[in-house]
């Protein structure tokens, strides 16, 4: 019988690995950010729900429960990552995650040791990327102002908002609705990659907008689409379920990322 776990143990055991005190962000973000959000939140769902805060923490550390994982990268993932997402149709590895037995149980290995793993680290700089390459485009054409540039910002988060409402949306329709949300923010993340490119080319070439954007879109598209099916099929286990259905709605999600990469690619709007 086939089974996910020992496949994605077969793969290639990726780059060599960083001692996360190297990572970026360090164990001061996850120290301090984890348990805030356990312990806030938990302590929330305790006064609404009129019971222990067991349940919120479960539930809390399902979804929050390493933010430091997140950030375990270092230059080589980074430089691997970038091309699998820009050019997701030359990728010749695997597309599943590599596993590891932790406590007794498997859990994920992070970004360093493998390149399938999601990260906040690309979505985080390239967003930031974005917004500072925006303002850059502004004032290229005459038109850099603090609201213009508010705009861009706002636009974009917008923008991030949207795309893990319709990954999450996917997820849920499938029945993996149990995904972990920072999991879906950084593949969310992942578009304002092409968009910091098509921006800083269209700089000095402004028809390459009309190149770039259907090129990096299609990518965007291609690498979301192998990306949701592992999780849907390894990750969540509900391929053989909804099989017709995943397809097209697959479909849809790969189209939406054209009129999305439009959207947020005209910086001048």
């Known amino acids: 019988m086939y089974n996910p776990n020992v496949a994605s143990q077969a793969g290639p055991q990726g780059p ?3 001692n996360p005190q190297q990572s970026p962000f360090g164990n001061a973000f996850y120290g301090a950010g984890s348990e805030f959000i356990k312990t806030g939140l938990g302590a929330y769902g305790e006064k609404f729900l009129g019971s222990s805060s067991e349940f919120m923490q479960s539930n809390i ?4 429960s390493n933010p430091q994982y997140y950030f375990q990268v270092n230059d080589q993932y980074v430089r691997n990552k970038l091309r699998v997402v820009l050019f997701p149709f030359l990728h010749r590895g695997h597309w599943t995650r590599i596993t590891e037995p932790v406590g007794g149980r ?3 290995k992070p970004p360093i040791y493998d390149i399938n793993a999601p990260d906040l680290y690309i979505p985080v700089m390239a967003f930031t990327t974005y917004v500072i390459l925006a303002g850059f485009s502004l004032g290229f054409i005459g038109k850099f102002s603090p609201e213009a540039l508010n705009y861009q910002l706002t636009r974009g988060l917008l923008g991030w908002f949207v795309q893990v409402a319709l990954l999450k949306s996917l997820l849920y329709s499938m029945g993996g609705g149990e ?10 993340g992942y578009l304002f990659t092409g968009l910091s490119l098509t921006i800083v080319v269209s700089m000095f070439w402004s028809l390459s907008y009309y ?9 965007m598209g291609i690498f979301l689409v192998k990306t949701m099916q592992r999780v849907l099929l390894t ?8 099989s017709s259905r995943q397809h097209y709605m697959l479909l849809f999600m790969g189209i939406a990322q054209i009129p999305l990469f439009f959207w947020l690619g005209n910086v001048s709007a």
């Open 16 to 18: 060599p690995p960083l």
């Open 61 to 64: 550390s399902r979804y929050f």
């Open 106 to 108: 498997l859990s994920y």
């Open 179 to 188: 995904a972990a949300l920072l999991d879906i923010v950084a593949y969310g």
């Open 211 to 219: 190149v770039l954007v259907p090129w990096l879109s299609i990518s």
């Open 235 to 242: 990750e969540m286990r509900s391929h053989e379920r909804h």
